[in-house]
């Protein structure tokens, strides 16, 4: 079946921009997680959705990240007023639950540049 | 100090070698222990999942974890050019939202 899908690929921005990045989980998986993974850094957590809800939010690094889920299924993160140390590779994974550890599935990730 | 640390590398050897990668941790409430293989430009897929102390064989990788050293390793026998990549070790504690923390990556290069 389908995997985790993740839009845009790239994403090339100016610095003060708002930036909408996109992930489609795969279908039937209610927890979903975003990630970010800087130059030299090793993946970062910064979000986390059960259904519809973020009970962990507690890796977003500042006030200008948002996230939201909608239908259980697609989440979009959004980047306000971009800064160039925000220019990463955020990646989004799914999995069928939280209980037990289950196997979290990645999608490609959008690499974001904020020049 | 970062939770989980792992030497970036890169790390470079011939076809047919044993290769052994490793990490360490501080948080002794970890549990749930993984690896995870990146390729250039793609998302982490997953290796090896182990839970607790102990080892762990998939074909030609191994997992192993000393909860007591707070050390994990990944061995990979008669390594391949297609194993050439970057390894990611993830943890998660139990009771926790299932957020993993991750190690840097290091990056793997197996010559022909």
């Known amino acids: 079946g389908a995997g985790v899908s993740q839009s845009p690929s790239n994403k090339v921005t100016e610095k003060g921009k708002d930036v909408e990045l996109r992930c489609d989980p795969i279908s039937g998986h209610t927890a979903l997680y975003w990630y970010r993974q800087s130059l030299g850094q090793g993946l970062e957590f910064l979000i986390y959705f059960q259904g519809n809800s973020a009970p962990d939010k507690s890796g977003l690094p500042s006030d200008r990240f948002s996230a939201e889920r909608t239908g259980g299924s697609v989440s979009t993160l959004t980047i306000q007023r971009t800064q160039q140390e925000d220019s990463a590779v955020y990646l989004c994974a799914s999995s069928l639950a939280r209980e037990y550890q289950e196997t979290q599935y990645f999608g490609p990730g959008t690499r974001l540049l904020v020049l | 100090q970062k939770e989980v640390e792992q030497d970036p590398g890169p790390l470079s050897v011939p076809e047919g070698a044993i290769v052994s990668l490793n990490c360490t941790y501080s948080?002794?409430?970890?549990?749930?222990f993984m690896w995870y293989r990146q390729y250039s430009r793609k998302g982490p897929e997953l290796l090896m999942y182990t839970y607790s102390s102990g080892n762990k064989e998939d074909g030609r990788f191994t997992a192993q974890v000393d909860k007591s050293s707070k050390y994990i390793s990944l061995f990979i026998r008669d390594s391949q050019p297609s194993d050439s990549a970057t390894y990611l070790c993830a943890m998660y504690r139990s009771g926790n939202t299932g957020k993993l923390i991750f190690g840097q990556g290091t990056t793997l290069q197996v010559k022909p």
């Open positions: 948080n002794s409430a970890f549990q749930y």
